[in-house]
Nanobody, 126 residues
């Protein structure tokens, strides 16, 4: 069993920044591909970013490339998502998740992620 707890969300103005954290426990964290997803009201959950177990590989959705940065600290069992140059369309609940270890590359479909956190709300005002 894996427990994931997100934090760091909040209300910011357009152009502002936030840093989300996801603390993990319950399984060998350093072996897990981790992903960040988001879901806005009335929309499907969408991939934002993913990172390999050792942090050497990352993937981003086109909509956040150049603005968001995913990273991890395996000593702290924590994955981060730095959100810069925020836009109103970034408003959503952000979730972290662990990818099924059967898949060895970062996949952007939420269907291959096994464990999810409760989410943290990010609201960007215009």
């Amino acid at each position: 069993q894996v427990q994931l707890v997100e934090s760091g969300g909040g209300l910011v103005q357009t152009g502002g920044s936030l840093r989300l954290s996801c603390a993990a426990s319950g399984r060998t964290f350093s072996r897990s591909i981790m992903g960040w997803f988001r879901q806005a009201p009335g929309k499907e959950r969408e991939f934002v970013a993913g990172i390999s177990g050792n942090g050497g590989r990352t993937e981003y959705a086109d909509s956040v490339k150049g603005r968001f940065t995913i990273s991890r600290d395996n000593a702290k069992n924590t994955v981060y998502l730095q959100l810069n140059s925020l836009k109103p369309e970034d408003t959503a609940v952000y979730y972290c998740a662990t990818q099924n270890p059967l898949y060895v590359i970062i996949i952007n479909s939420p269907r291959v992620y096994e464990y999810w956190g409760q989410g943290t709300q990010v609201t960007v005002s215009s």
